[in-house]
């Protein structure tokens, strides 16, 4: 069992920076590849970012460039930093951890954060 806690979220103006942190306790936090999530009010949930148990790091096309994902192993935490923010990144960001291999699809992670809200206005 991993139980996962997301931060940082708010309202910021489009442009604007903001960094999500997800803390993770319960097994071995390096067992798990860790992935970042959103979801805007009526759309389905959609990958935004994740990282594999060896550091190697994915994004979606819609946020290349502009969002990094990191993670710590020595404080069991990853965090999403997130640059020139659009306000259609407006989302719930949720964090989700698998074990092994990373993947895009949110069924396939077991453990899912409570979520935080990010709001980007124009």
């Known amino acids: 069992q991993v139980q996962l806690v997301e931060s940082g979220g708010g309202l910021v103006q489009a442009g604007d920076s903001l960094r999500l942190s997800c803390a993770a306790s319960?097994?071995?936090?390096?067992?798990?590849?860790i992935a970042w999530f959103r979801q805007a009010t009526g759309k389905e949930r959609e990958f935004v970012a994740a990282?594999?148990?060896?550091?190697?790091?994915y994004y979606a096309d819609s946020v290349k460039g502009r969002f990094t994902i990191s993670r710590d192993n020595a404080k069991n935490t990853v965090d999403l930093q997130m640059n020139s923010l659009k306000p259609e990144d407006t989302a719930v960001y949720y964090c989700?951890?698998?074990?092994?291999?990373?993947?895009?699809?949110?069924?396939?992670?077991?453990?899912w954060g409570q979520g935080t809200q990010v709001t980007v206005s124009s």
């Open positions: 989700a951890a698998k074990n092994w291999a990373f993947s895009t699809r949110s069924n396939e992670y077991n453990y």
């Open positions: 990282i594999s148990r060896a550091g190697n790091t």
């Open positions: 319960g097994r071995t936090f390096t067992n798990y590849a």
